[in-house]
């Protein structure tokens, strides 16, 4: 794995349309998946919380990112302000300490 910490921060992917920002996000997520490497770290915070809990279109594949060795980090303070911390279905629940931890020894921060 490459020492990449991806940051999802929304519930999809950019601004816009909600439907199509969860397509978006749905197929970036499966070609990670596909990919060779993945990134070491994927962390979770303000919507993007909500793609980890209970009812996300994209629990399935984010869990079999998970089995292939991806460290997944949802935000508490985030999970808490959506009332999501006991439909967290994988992943663990860290703070904001946790996330800047894993920004800081990071070789590459991807946003999206």
């Not at 020492?3 to 349309?17: E, F, K, V």
């Not at 070609?31 to 915070?45: C, S």
């Not at 980890?52 to 460290?71: A, F, R």
Request: aromatic share 4%.
């Amino acid at each position: 794995m490459k020492n990449i910490l991806l940051q999802i921060t929304q519930n999809g992917m950019g601004t816009g349309d909600e439907a199509l920002g969860l397509q978006l996000v749905t197929n970036y997520l499966k070609l990670i998946n596909e990919e060779m490497e993945l990134p070491k770290f994927i962390a979770f915070y303000n919507g993007g919380v909500k793609l980890i809990c209970t009812g996300s279109p994209v629990i399935e594949i984010i869990k079999t990112i998970e089995q292939k060795g991806v460290k997944l980090i949802a935000c508490k303070s985030c999970l808490n302000h959506y009332n999501l911390m006991d439909k967290l279905e994988v992943g663990m629940a860290g703070t904001m300490i946790d996330i800047m931890e894993l920004q800081r020894i990071a070789d590459k921060v991807i946003n999206l």
